[in-house]
C-alpha cells in the first residue's frame, strides 16, 4: 500500500507505468482509491506543454503514460470497499500523507497487522501523526479512535520529495541580489532547523529567526 499526497499520486503513476512496460516490474492489480486524486491525476494528463522532454518523446511514441494493464479506478466508496475481497498480491495507492484521513485508513486497519503487507510512505511523515507511529514501527498505532497493531513491513521513499534540501536552500538563499534582512525558519523538525539556522549563519552571515506561535515582528 501506498500513502502519499495528490500530487506524487500522478509521478507515481508515470513511474509505475514505466516499471511495468519495461517489465522492470511485473504486472499486478494496481489500484487507485481517490477521487481528489484521480482529478489531480487527469489535470496532469491534460496540461501536457508543462511536460519534460522524456515524457513528451512518450507521448510522441502512442504511450499512456498514466495508464498500464491492471491498473483500476476505486472512484465510489462502494468501489473501495470491494478491494478487500480481491485476492492478493495487489497495490493500493491512496491519499492522506501523514494518514490522519481518507480511505488509507480502512486499508491500513485491515491489513497493517499482517505481516505479509507492505507499507511504502512516499514524503515526510511529521511527529505525532499516525504515519509517523507507522514509520517508526511503533507495536500499535492508533487509526480512527481504534489501536491497531502494526506488524507490516514498513518502507519509505524519499526520491519524491519537492522540497529543497539543506544544500538548495543555502544555494538559494546565495542567489539574491541583496540578501534579507532576516531569514524565518519555521518548517522541519528540531535539529534540521537548527543546523540549517547554524549554516546560514555561518557560510552567509544573516540574520536568522525561529519564530514561536503568538511572537510578533516589525518590517
Known amino acids: 500500500m501506498e500513502a502519499l499526497s495528490l500530487s506524487k499520486i500522478a509521478q507515481l503513476g508515470y513511474l509505475l507505468n514505466d516499471l511495468i512496460e519495461s517489465k522492470s516490474l511485473k504486472p499486478l492489480p494496481v489500484i487507485l482509491d481517490s477521487p481528489m486524486a484521480l482529478e489531480v491525476t487527469r489535470v496532469y494528463a491534460k496540461h501536457t506543454e508543462l511536460y519534460d522532454e522524456e515524457a513528451l518523446k512518450r507521448l ?11 491498473l483500476f479506478s476505486a472512484a465510489s466508496i462502494e468501489a473501495s470497499r470491494k478491494i478487500e475481497h480481491l485476492r492478493p498480491p495487489y497495490l493500493v495507492i491512496a491519499g ?11 486499508h491500513l486497519k485491515r491489513h497493517l497487522p499482517e505481516r505479509q503487507t507492505f507499507v511504502v510512505f512516499v514524503g515526510y511523515q511529521a511527529r505525532g501523526t499516525p504515519g509517523r507511529a507507522i514509520l517508526e514501527h511503533q507495536p500499535k498505532v492508533k487509526l480512527d479512535n481504534e489501536w491497531v497493531s502494526n506488524q507490516a513491513r514498513i518502507f519509505r521513499l524519499e526520491a519524491f520529495s519537492a522540497h529543497a534540501d539543506h544544500r538548495e536552500l543555502l544555494s538559494w538563499l546565495k542567489n539574491f541580489g541583496k540578501g534579507p534582512r532576516r531569514v524565518f525558519i519555521t518548517h522541519g523538525e528540531k535539529k534540521a532547523r537548527q543546523a540549517l539556522e547554524l549554516a546560514i549563519q555561518k557560510e552567509l552571515g544573516l540574520r536568522t529567526e525561529r519564530p514561536k506561535q503568538g511572537r510578533r515582528f516589525n518590517f
Open 96 to 106: 492522506s500523507g501523514m494518514v490522519t484521513g481518507g480511505r488509507i485508513i480502512d
Open 60 to 70: 510522441e511514441a502512442g504511450d499512456q503514460i498514466f495508464s498500464f494493464p491492471l
